[in-house]
């Protein structure tokens, strides 16, 4: 980024009080790369850097020119010359709850953050550069102050609120594009003859907006509940490298499936997968960390509830004629966990075994195997059952063949099947 461009002529004195607006995500510029119009900004109240505008400003989603105006409002002309549906500016506005009013110059500066702390925010946030173009709103500068404020406070590094923001912008933008498309996917015939599926959205919006705002605040609300109690629970040393028992679950023959299959017909099935599986994960106590069309990746505190996940799945889908078959590997170790995502040798070690692991069956590592047995969940040998009330355990463990593993060496995988008459 360039911030030793000379500010431009035109002074801009920020509005006093610059309050909070609804959340400051829209879509994605049409035109990223717009050179606007020269602006600078005067110092807010308060502070600010006094660093130049750079030509390369990160801006949110969401476009780089005038107020989108509201409804029954007559439109500014910026937006239409530039190509920007007007019906798209109409609909930034309501999920924004203000109108574009700051270049990025001038939101810093409104804020109090220097040029350079909020280019780098915004770009972990995942917004585009596209100039000094006059894009933002108050919510901005809102947000900009909160997390530079956190910093100054001591409570996050700049790296760390610099990791909080790209992982609350991958996150959101994900959920984002899957809740448009679900949502417009379902508008198929307009509720009124000679109404476009695009007329149908801004009152779509509007209603389902606020409810599924508050929605996800309660969701996030109960899983950073969990999250610190697991935290909280354990001990120091386990807060980010903990034991764990990881698993991959992977569709058999999916890239052939993407061959013969039409395009909805592989989404219906990719998200019959993914709902099946997070349902069986949830269920039994696990925690699905990511999905990744034909594969998900989840965990689990203890190999007992991964090994009746692991089952579950099977089960589950090789009783649905319309899924292909399934295939599970396991391995339980020390994990090192950081923003939602887990890694490590235990993790690459559940990867292998799933792709060696035969049809709808599931392998787990040693260390698995081993600790499942401590725990009176599974033999590991014909004695242990001989010795013991055969009714104790849940699960079987049959060694198979020692193997080479790509990266890791000879391992020896274990078949994992629930013992007969187990529930």
Excluded: C
């Amino acid at each position: 980024m360039d911030n030793d461009s000379p500010p431009p002529d035109e002074p801009f004195t920020p509005p006093p009080g610059a309050g909070p607006a609804a959340g400051p995500n829209a879509a994605r510029p049409a035109h990223p790369g717009t050179d606007p119009a020269p602006e600078t900004a005067e110092p807010a109240p308060g502070g600010g850097s006094g660093e130049p505008a750079g030509d390369g400003a990160p801006v949110p989603p969401g476009g780089e020119h005038g107020a989108a105006a509201g409804p029954g409002e007559p439109w500014e002309e910026e937006g239409t010359e530039s190509g920007e549906h007007p019906l798209a500016l109409r609909l930034e506005q309501l999920i924004l709850g203000a109108p574009r009013r700051y270049t990025p110059f001038q939101a810093a500066r409104t804020a109090g953050v220097s040029m350079d702390l909020a280019s780098r925010f915004w770009r972990a946030m995942g917004f585009a550069d596209i100039g000094q173009a006059r894009a933002l709103t108050e919510a901005d500068v809102l947000a900009l102050r909160r997390l530079a404020g956190l910093v100054e406070a001591g409570l996050l590094s700049e790296s760390m609120a610099i990791q909080v923001a790209r992982s609350t912008g991958q996150t959101t933008a994900r959920l984002a594009d899957w809740q448009t498309d679900s949502f417009l996917e379902g508008l198929t015939e307009p509720p009124e003859p000679g109404m476009t599926r695009a007329e149908v959205a801004y009152p779509l919006v509007e209603l389902l907006l606020p409810e599924l705002e508050e929605f996800l605040i309660y969701v996030w609300r109960r899983q950073v509940a969990a999250a610190t109690s697991r935290v909280v629970q354990s001990d120091d040393e386990e807060a980010v490298d903990r034991r764990l028992a990881v698993g991959f679950a992977d569709l058999v023959g999916f890239t052939r499936l993407t061959r013969r299959l039409e395009e909805e017909e592989l989404g219906e099935l990719v998200e019959a997968f993914e709902t099946t599986a997070a349902d069986q994960v949830a269920a039994y106590g696990g925690r699905l960390i990511k999905t990744l069309g034909d594969e998900v990746l989840f965990v689990a505190d203890d190999p007992g509830t991964a090994a009746e996940i692991g089952m579950r799945l099977i089960e589950t889908m090789t009783g649905d004629e319309t899924m292909p078959a399934l295939r599970v590997g396991m391995a339980f170790g020390t994990v090192t966990t950081r923003m939602g995502d887990v890694f490590g040798t235990t993790v690459n070690l559940a990867s292998r075994l799933t792709s060696i692991a035969p049809r709808d069956a599931v392998l787990v590592d040693g260390d698995f195997a081993e600790a499942l047995g401590a725990a009176g969940e599974a033999p590991l040998a014909e004695a242990d059952v001989e010795a013991g009330s055969d009714e104790k355990y849940r699960f079987a463990l049959q060694p198979m063949w020692r193997r080479p593993v790509r990266g890791l060496g000879v391992v020896e995988p274990w078949l994992l099947t629930r013992r007969d008459g187990s529930p």
